[in-house]
């Protein structure tokens, strides 16, 4: 079975939906579900962001986006990251 996944742009102070500061997901398994936050090295890790944000504790505004805009999202962080490297 294949877990469903939402995603959300991260809309930081200054931040706009078309330029978010950072992508959260939830994955929803048969184990339960899993709150991620996108890193710089391009993986998933753990994140309370999206609990945070439903009970008002958070600064940062979150938009739920399609897997579309959240891959496009992606290839965004990945040119933009990615530059930075040295």
């Known amino acids: 079975m294949t877990a469903k996944l939402e995603y959300y742009a991260v809309i930081g ?22 709150d991620e936050a996108l890193q710089r090295n391009l993986t998933w890790a753990p994140s309370s962001a999206i609990v945070e944000w439903e009970y008002g504790d958070v600064g940062a505004e979150l938009v739920a986006i399609s897997a579309a805009e959240a ?8 040119e933009k990251w990615g530059a930075q490297e040295g």
């Open 71 to 78: 891959q496009a999202l992606i290839e965004r962080f990945r």
């Open 13 to 34: 102070s200054g931040r706009t939906a078309q330029n978010p500061s950072g992508l959260v997901r939830r994955r929803m398994s048969p184990e339960g579900r899993i």
